[in-house]
């Protein structure tokens, strides 16, 4: 089971750090899905944390990490925009199924948090 937390309000230019809590050797993405459109990949990291992935749209933003001893994986977001606002989820992936960024290639989906990005 994933249990996506740490979603909330926040104005342009702020940080939120979201959190996965993920048992079992995964390596994991973020997505999100904004209302009236298709999901999309945010970031990922591997099993070791010894390589992480990122969407352009928020290199340099946005920071994947995990904490294996706590099985539990961040997503740092600062400089936020209102085009950040989504409905981000967690999900997780039993080995190398392929590209990073489709999410058909994960095996199990967290339930989703809520980021609204204020102007």
């Known amino acids: 089971q994933l249990q996506a937390a740490g979603g909330g309000w926040v104005q342009a230019g702020g940080s939120l750090r979201l959190s996965c809590a993920a048992s079992g050797r995964y390596a994991m993405g973020w997505f999100r899905q904004a209302p009236g459109r298709e999901r999309e990949f945010v970031a990922a990291?591997?099993?070791?944390?010894?390589?992480?992935y990122y969407a352009d749209f928020v290199k340099g933003r946005f920071a994947i990490s995990r904490d294996n001893a706590k099985n539990t994986v961040y997503l740092q977001m600062n400089s936020l925009k209102p085009e950040d606002t989504a409905v981000y989820y967690c999900a997780a992936r039993l080995a190398n199924r392929g590209a990073v960024d489709v999410g058909a290639t994960y095996d199990y989906w967290g339930q989703g948090t809520q980021v609204t990005v204020s102007s």
């Open positions: 990291i591997t099993w070791s944390g010894s390589a992480t």
